[in-house]
């Protein structure tokens, strides 16, 4: 009995399988023969009566026959043929046969896709049609409306255009004729070939018409303008060289022959009406043309800019040799006071070579300028670089020359330290006595001694002849350190002798109750005669924070009070 139960469950639940799964496929095919309906009720036939407005011969005749052959093949073959295919699908789909049903449908669908776009592509074809019969009729007059202004303007400015006149004829001729062209092809319903007439007549008229704008301003250029410029760059050739100007290598009177050669190359692009060519070539004609003028401009600044200088680059280097003389005799009077290093002789060496390979260059140009065999800008480029040398050796004798001021400077400022140097520790000295220390520790003693040495090893250097200033520098740096140290060392002494003396005092009061506080106490008491101070007020401190904490803080207080 269980068994047969399960088996009815079975069953019930394969039936509402099968259910749904026929529901979807049946949806699939309802959504297909939607679409075949909707294919069939296109209105082609509409569409193609469109066309029998038109003229019904040749290219049109044609088309629209291929067109008609196409929808019967549709509408009597391929769309019955689906209606087959969709019965035969609903057939396998009531049999449970679905991987049979899911293959038709998915070919129904290719036939669908491939059908729609045959009727998309002669619905395409039909307007393209239609709409190039309208855009004919339209766009032909306004372009015979441009051929007559074209035409018109041609004929008053004929003499505009030169020799060219006779080519603009003849491409409006040309157009004339397609035009004739046009008319036959629309008679004979070939709308798309005369679709493509129209196209190229537009471009070809308009090409006219943007020559006919060019042609008048270059044939101005070319046989006007261009050879007035090239006979003003001859001239001021010319004039140039009678005046004295070396101009060989810019080779004017050949570059003139060759773009006259080229002007007239270029006027017979234009009369054949070939106006892209004469531009790009008139562009490069005149681009040279620029750098004629400006080759010929930069030989006159250059010029210009020598006769300026040239004298008072004279007096610049001249005014440097007498520096270096000068820097010369210095050096030989600081060498009798001062220790001159290696690097200083070597700055010397240094500017006497720069200064004979810019005197032996200025000698050259100068030389140059006079037999007058070499371009004015390269002899003005040559006479800027030698002024940008001699400025730079003008830098360098400066330098030098302060680096050699700087020698009696620091000897000035190292007496005035030592002076104070020497001052700061009498001073140092004298509050040492006035603060009645019992005595002072060996190692402070050994430092009054090295402040003494470092001072007198100051002096020492300062009476050298000649004087080593880099080697005095030393001394006073090591002098100054001591003679800080040994004003520090001094604060701190006083304050531990004072601080130690009040912390015994102040401590007498426990050494009675505190057995520890009397020892420390006597510890330190101890140190302070053999004049340890700091060790003195490190072990009566200790002693009292140990019963008193914060005694020394009160202690220091006190002092600072004082």
């Known amino acids: 009995m269980t068994y047969f139960i399960g088996f009815i469950i079975l069953l019930l639940a394969l039936f509402v399988l099968g259910y749904f799964i026929k529901k979807k496929y049946f949806k699939e095919m309802d959504r297909l023969e939607a679409w075949k309906i909707d294919l069939f009720n296109r209105p082609i036939l509409d569409e193609m009566s469109k066309v029998k407005q038109l003229n019904m011969t040749g290219q049109t005749e044609e088309l629209f026959e291929g067109w008609r052959n196409q929808w019967d093949d549709i509408v009597t073959v391929k769309l019955p043929d689906l209606e087959e295919m969709l019965f035969d699908a609903e057939e396998f789909i009531d049999k449970y046969r679905f991987k049979k049903a899911k293959t038709t449908q998915q070919e129904i669908e290719d036939k669908l896709q491939s059908t729609e776009a045959e009727i998309n592509k002669i619905v395409e074809e039909l307007h393209e049609l239609v709409g190039s019969e309208e855009k004919n009729r339209t766009e032909i007059e306004q372009l015979k409306e441009l051929y007559r202004e074209t035409k018109k303007t041609l004929l008053a400015h004929r003499h505009s255009f030169g020799k060219s006149e006779k080519y603009l004829e003849a491409q409006l001729e040309d157009v004339t004729k397609k035009f004739h062209e046009f008319d036959e092809k629309t008679e004979q319903g070939n709308y798309l070939e005369a679709r493509e007439l129209v196209l190229g007549i537009h471009d070809q008229l308009i090409k006219v018409k943007n020559n006919m704008a060019d042609i008048p301003q270059l044939l101005i250029e070319c046989q006007s303008l261009i050879p007035a410029q090239l006979s003003d760059i001859l001239d001021g050739y010319r004039e140039m060289t009678e005046k004295g100007y070396y101009l060989s290598h810019i080779q004017v009177e050949n570059e003139i022959e060759g773009l006259q050669e080229k002007l007239v190359e270029y006027l017979g692009l234009i009369e054949e009406t070939k106006i892209e060519e004469a531009l790009e070539g008139i562009g490069e004609v005149k681009e040279r043309i620029d750098i004629l003028f400006d080759l010929l401009e930069k030989e006159v600044n250059a010029k210009h800019f020598i006769l300026q200088n040239e004298k008072g680059m004279s007096g610049l280097l001249s005014s440097v040799l007498e520096e270096h003389d000068h820097l010369s005799n210095e050096v030989k009077h ?199 101070y700091q060790e003195a007020l490190e072990q009566a401190a200790a002693s009292l924070e140990s019963i008193d904490p914060g005694a020394l803080k009160k202690i220091k207080a006190t002092v600072v009070k004082q």
């Open 334 to 532: 600081v060498q009798e006071s001062y220790h001159l290093t290696e690097s200083d002789f070597e700055i010397q060496r240094h500017l006497e070579k720069q200064l004979a390979t810019v005197t032996k260059h200025y000698d050259i140009l100068m030389e140059k300028i006079n037999i007058n065999e070499t371009a004015l800008t390269i002899l003005c480029e040559e006479l800027k670089e030698i002024k940008t040398h001699i400025e730079m050796i003008q830098e360098e004798q400066e330098n030098f020359g302060l680096k050699l001021q700087a020698l009696r400077k620091d000897e000035f400022e190292a007496r005035e330290t030592l002076r104070e140097l020497t001052k700061k520790v009498g001073e140092t000295i004298r509050l040492v006595s006035k603060s009645n220390i019992p005595g002072l520790p060996e190692d402070y003693k050994y430092l009054v001694e090295d402040t003494n040495e470092s001072i007198q090893n100051v002096k020492l250097q300062l009476q050298e002849k000649p004087l080593n200033v880099s080697a005095l520098t030393q001394y006073l740096e090591i002098a100054v350190l001591t003679v800080e140290k040994l004003s520090n060392t001094t604060l701190e002494l006083i304050e531990n002798v004072l601080l130690a003396e009040k912390a015994i005092q102040y401590g007498n009061r426990y050494r009675s109750q505190f057995p520890s506080v009397a020892k420390g106490l006597s510890d330190a008491e101890n140190a302070f005669r053999h004049y340890e």
